[in-house]
């Protein structure tokens, strides 16, 4: 599974991004999809995972209200809406697939390259 993460950018404080993460491959449909962002000199955190259905979701208690996963299995593509976006929030932002519902990095498979979003205050 190849993973491409794309939408972030530049908003300020108050505003609100889409992020997309196409997967290629035929398999999409049977992971589960997650996303985790990492802030200059911090570790890589999770922020949210949907399951293959998409009938679980969990979230970051940081992004909980604001963030929204989702997934469209017809286009091969895993969403994730941020709202309300916070100074805190800015971070480079990676997709990656597995195989369990996890908050894990560890039982990631596969991550796409990642995509910054900066939010100004």
């Known amino acids: 599974v190849q993973l491409q993460a794309c939408g972030g950018g530049l908003v300020q404080a108050g505003g609100s991004l889409r992020l997309s993460c196409e997967a290629s491959?035929?398999?999409?449909?049977?992971?589960?999809m997650g996303w985790f962002r990492q802030a200059p000199g911090k570790e890589r955190e999770f922020v949210s995972a949907i399951s293959w259905s998409g009938s679980t979701r969990y979230y970051a208690d940081s992004v909980k209200g604001r963030f929204t996963i989702s997934r469209d299995n017809a286009k091969n593509t895993v969403y994730l809406q941020m709202n309300s976006l916070k100074p805190e929030d800015t971070a480079i932002y990676y997709c990656a697939a597995g195989k369990v519902m996890a908050t894990s990095s560890k039982l990631y498979d596969y991550w796409g390259q990642g995509t910054q979003v900066t939010v100004s205050s």
């Open positions: 491959g035929r398999t999409f449909s049977s992971y589960t």
